[in-house]
T-cell receptor, first 115, second 117 residues
Framework: AQSVTQLDSHVSVSEGTPVLLRCNYS??????LFWYVQHPNKGLQLLLK??????LVKGINGFEAEFKKSETSFHLTKPSAHMSDAAEYFC?????????????FGAGTRLAVHP | NAGVMQNPRHLVRRRGQEARLRCSPM?????VYWYRQLPEEGLKFMVY????????ESGMPKERFSAEFPKEGPSILRIQQVVRGDSAAYFC???????????????FGPGTRLTVL
């Protein structure tokens, strides 16, 4: 079965410092992986997705994630945090066992950015 | 191209009432998914529909919950006789009809926040 584990429920950084949000996945086949962001009381926005092309995936707003099969990880990074990055971030794996794309969400990581 | 539309954005119901949540997918999308987000949790899959067909409802509670996606009009998630535990954010997502096998992107609506008093 597909699953994702987000290793930190809360991450706090200072503005201008790097961001690292950790995600490990479990998959019985080559997975499709996504990061979504949710700002307070808003919907979800796709940051980036990995679909077995390049292992380093660049997304919007300066975010990127690296797929590491040996570590079963898909950590999200950004070199320099902005105040506007404060939000909830979800690591997501696609479960295709039913013949269609069912998304399995991690529990989320709440990112706080301090001035 | 308008995004996924959901209405209402906020819905308050008393215990025992019915809640109807609507989702209009993006133009050209024929696949609709409903997810539920309980407070302080990630989203959980509920149901996957195509036009006039329920493909997978394995994530939906067996009682009181139903979903449809008619040939014309929005997809509807219906909760009968709501209880306090139904209070949550309900998100709809849509994707285009082509299934590439590599994980088609789902585009999410803003959600409906249901509060049961």
């Amino acid at each position: 079965a597909q699953s994702v584990t987000q290793l930190d429920s809360h991450v706090s950084v200072s503005e201008g410092t790097p961001v690292l949000l950790r995600c490990n996945y479990s998959s019985s086949y080559s997975p499709s992986l996504f990061w979504y962001v949710q700002h307070p009381n808003k919907g979800l926005q796709l940051l980036l997705k990995y679909t077995s092309a390049a292992t380093l995936v660049k997304g919007i707003n300066g975010f990127e994630a690296e797929f590491k099969k040996s570590e079963t990880s898909f950590h999200l990074t950004k070199p320099s945090a902005h105040m506007s990055d404060a939000a909830e971030y979800f690591c997501v794996v696609s479960d295709l066992s039913g013949g269609y794309n069912k998304l399995i969400f991690g529990a989320g990581t709440r990112l706080a950015v301090h001035p | 191209n308008a995004g996924v539309m959901q209405n209402p954005r906020h819905l308050v119901r008393r215990r025992g009432q019915e809640a109807r949540l609507r989702c209009s997918p993006m133009k050209g999308h024929s696949h609709v998914y409903w997810y539920r987000q309980l407070p302080e949790e990630g989203l959980k899959f509920m149901v996957y529909l195509q036009k006039e067909n329920i493909i997978d409802e394995s994530g939906m509670p067996k009682e009181r919950f139903s979903a449809e996606f008619p040939k014309e009009g929005p997809s509807i998630l219906r909760i009968q006789q709501v209880v306090r535990g139904d209070s949550a954010a309900y998100f709809c997502a849509s994707s285009p009809p082509t299934f590439s096998g590599s994980g088609d992107t789902q585009y999410f609506g803003p959600g409906t926040r249901l509060t049961v008093l």
